[in-house]
């Protein structure tokens, strides 16, 4: 099985954190209408969460803390056992740094996501148009992830 790392790159303020907590709210969902779905950890620190949920034999886990100076790579390596990790960064810099060299050290592959692009003057995660864009960027998170976690299990059964 080929780990992966999901990166959601996004500016200061660009519905990184909001948009996986709505994906975190789905998974956990899902987690409850599924038998063989299992969270393991729901951990939160100020306004941001971590998930990690077993789904059937596949590990996934979701971080929405990407802002500098936050240890993103330590983070991010703890979650090494599982399959799926999907977590916030910068578009350049630090955090988008520290994604890429956990990237090359694991071997996982990465596939790089931006947020969806608001009007400047619109572009605060508490209005109507990015709440909307924040939906649906998390599922389509959401979507492509299930995707690949259905074809995983088949591979596995």
Known sequence: MKKLIISLAGAENTGKTQTLTLLIEMLVKDAF???DTLVKCLKMENADMRLIVAIGDIKVAV?????????LFERISELDSCDYIICACR????????????????????I???????????NRT????????NELK???IY???MNKVHEQQK???
């Open 155 to 157: 591979a596995l059964n």
């Open 138 to 140: 998390a599922q389509h």
């Open 112 to 122: 790089k996501l931006h947020t969806y692009e608001v009007e400047p003057s619109l």
């Open 126 to 133: 508490n209005t109507a148009a990015s709440q909307i864009l």
């Open 91 to 110: 578009t350049r810099g630090e955090t988008y740094d520290a994604i890429q060299d956990f990237a090359q050290k694991t071997k996982r592959k990465r």
């Open 63 to 71: 971080d929405t803390k990407g802002d500098p100076d936050t240890k």
């Open 143 to 145: 979507q492509y992830l």
């Open 33 to 35: 209408a599924q038998p």
